[in-house]
């Protein structure tokens, strides 16, 4: 298991989806256009947010491989995704994969693939996975969305948001299971290494911004922030405990927005 749960999954769909760079995925539909069918591997899927983001707007017919390490979410991730249809109306077929990605064997699959995607991943693996990936991808198009990249704001500005968003940052370089994160570093690794690859790599911004009509997730997003700069013990607790109250204040009165900067990432090969 993860530790990534489901009801988190749904609470950021909406906001991933509005964020996603919608001329990458036209990039991306116009490289794969013409083939005969295509082979897309989705890593890290989750409950199978990037497979309903995808499958509308890319042409099939479309053989998806899911591939996570959480039984549950991938279930649903299948369940999900064989209600789909293409861009062109036929539906998806769809096989899943129980595999942690911080193990050897998942690339295996990769060269068959027309495409190699991902959505909120690239932040929790460490160097050796994109190094794997760009190796055994040769060939593929990598799509990577919404990586965080340390871009981070609360409107209005506080006295101590600089050093919590600091503290986050820190922590976002932890282990997730794959040894020690990228976390914002993660999409600047992977240009230069797919770049090394033979690919082509463009990176376009995918930023979050949740203010009042998306008050559950500004409250979930505002509480794990607190949790992970409590770990990182970077700021005293008490000083913590009256920044996230100023925010909840904020929050209640409908008059917060918060920032979280992403970007989303296309390598084609050259
Ligand atoms: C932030 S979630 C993103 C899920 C989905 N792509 C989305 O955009 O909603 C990260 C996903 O990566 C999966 N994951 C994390 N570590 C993994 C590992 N070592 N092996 C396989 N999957 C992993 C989690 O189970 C989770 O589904």
Redesign the pocket.
Known sequence: M?G?SASW?ALR?PA?RTARNAGLLDQLAGALAGRESLAIIDL????G??VRALAPLLPGPQNWLL????PL?LASAQGSAGMLRDRDGRPLAVRTVL????QPGWQDALAAADLVT????LD?VSTDFIVRLARAAKGAAIHAA?TVDGRMACLPDDPLDEAVFAAFRHHMQGD???GPSLGTNAAEAAVRHFEAGGYEVTLAPADWRVGDDQPELRAALLESWVEAVRETRLIDEADLLRWARRREVEAAGDSLEVRVGHVDLLALPR
Not at 44 to 47: D, E, L, N, P
Not at 118 to 121: I, T, Y
């Open positions: 993860s990534f999954l769909e991933d890290g899927t989750g409950s947010a990037n591939v996570d390490n959480d979410l595999h942690d990605l911080a991902m959505s909120a991943l929790l919404l997730k299971g794959f």
